[in-house]
């Protein structure tokens, strides 16, 4: 008999998780998944097309090139081309005679307007880090350490339910007070659920995240915005009439009213502007995707967890809206399932506990653990067939 109460105590050792000290929060996710890929996209993209667009202005030269007349020299023709990028204006004659205007300046704002749009695209990011980032990575690092202290607690508790009942003379008094025990629920381990129950009452995560990814929405509409209304307006134009008459050339007669120009770039300009039409609409079925899942439980990590004697959260039916922090939170636990060890104890104990003959005698990892240990065999048939009688 001590043979078998050996291994059971090398068994109940071997399942306890080790005690991890030290700085944890550098191996924390404190963005998901999906959120991350939409940073990346969001703010590299433009700085890529920016980074190409300038590549292009160095390495072609002047991005206009004016049809200057015969009689210009070298030097004249190279200030009619910076003078006209300059001005940038098409000067066009309407149907009573009369010259209309129309400004190109969308071409000569491109790169930086592509910078202004990764700005704006950090912004959402900034305020995630600063407004939620703190609290979400403390809420995160005590309920880790709060689950897997609550996994070993229950290990340990069954190491000394091993040794009391090795010492008691009599199984009838050791059984009887587990029995009083499970009853008073002398077993639970309330900080952690509380904590959460806490958490599903506070709303200042849920409401950052929906703000991050609203502002993400609102400035892609912005982008849709700007690009329709001003890109669109120059996207077919090639060729522009500019006019040099200013400044001390206003009063030369050997000078045309009208030179016309050709943008070199506007190739450019045109897969720049779908490009980002493209990015951002594959984008925005992304973000409303990371909206919806508010909306719902991610009730499979707390099934696992149901395992634990002082988690019942959904046998309370204690989840009401989504909307609240202790959704959020759930989703970052499931991004650093890599950092909960107990989950992938408890995942395997809750698949053998769907295998074994006795599902009416487990409720816990408690219960699970004493079948391993051996002590359920033990126990007293009168107390057997009672529990079978409460749970038929």
Not at 11 to 23: C, F, I, N, T, V
Request: aromatic share 10%.
């Amino acid at each position: 008999m001590s043979l078998a109460h050996t291994a059971a105590e090398y068994m109940l050792s071997d399942a306890l998780l080790p005690d991890r000290r030290g700085p944890r929060l550098k191996g924390l996710r404190l963005e998901l998944p999906l959120d991350r890929m939409v940073k990346f996209v969001a703010v590299g993209f433009p700085l890529l097309l920016m980074s190409l667009a300038f590549a292009q202005e160095f390495s072609s030269g002047s991005p206009i090139s004016c049809f200057s007349p015969g009689n210009f020299s070298i030097r004249q023709a190279a200030y009619v081309d910076s003078s006209c990028w300059d001005s940038l204006v098409h000067h066009e004659q309407d149907e009573s005679g009369q010259f209309k205007t129309k400004s190109l300046w969308p071409h000569k704002a491109l790169p930086y307007s592509l910078l202004a749009l990764a700005v704006g695209m950090y912004l959402p990011v900034l305020l995630w880090q600063y407004a939620a980032v703190p609290a979400l990575s403390s809420d995160l690092l005590f309920i880790i350490s709060e689950l897997d202290k609550s996994y070993n607690r229950a290990i340990r508790l069954v190491q000394h339910m091993l040794k009391i009942q090795q010492k008691s003379s009599d199984p009838h008094v050791f059984w009887d007070e587990l029995e009083k025990a499970r009853k008073e629920r002398y077993f639970e381990f309330p900080l952690l659920e509380r904590y959460l129950a806490c958490k599903q009452r506070s709303h200042s995560l849920v409401a950052t995240y929906l703000l991050r990814n609203s502002l993400l929405l609102l400035f892609t509409s912005a982008i849709y915005l700007y690009l329709g209304h001003f890109h669109l307006d120059v996207f077919f134009q090639e060729e522009f009439s500019c006019s040099i008459k200013t400044g001390l050339l206003r009063d030369e007669t050997y000078i045309p009213d009208l030179i016309t120009c050709r943008l070199t770039s506007l190739s450019v300009f045109q897969i720049v502007s779908l490009a980002c039409v493209a990015i951002y609409t594959l984008l925005v079925p992304v973000i409303m995707y990371n909206l919806t899942r508010l909306c719902r439980w991610d009730k499979r990590l707390l099934s696992i967890y149901e395992m634990l004697p002082a988690f019942d959260l959904l046998s309370r039916k204690m989840l009401g809206c989504p909307i609240n922090d202790l959704n959020v939170i759930l989703l970052f636990l499931r991004a650093n399932i890599s950092e909960l060890i107990s989950f992938s104890w408890l995942s395997v104990l809750c698949a053998l506990k769907d295998t074994t003959t006795q599902k009416h005698n487990i409720d816990t990892v408690v219960d699970f653990m004493t079948v391993l240990a051996g002590l359920e065999p033990s126990k007293p048939k009168h107390l057997t067939h009672g529990m079978c009688d409460e749970n038929p």
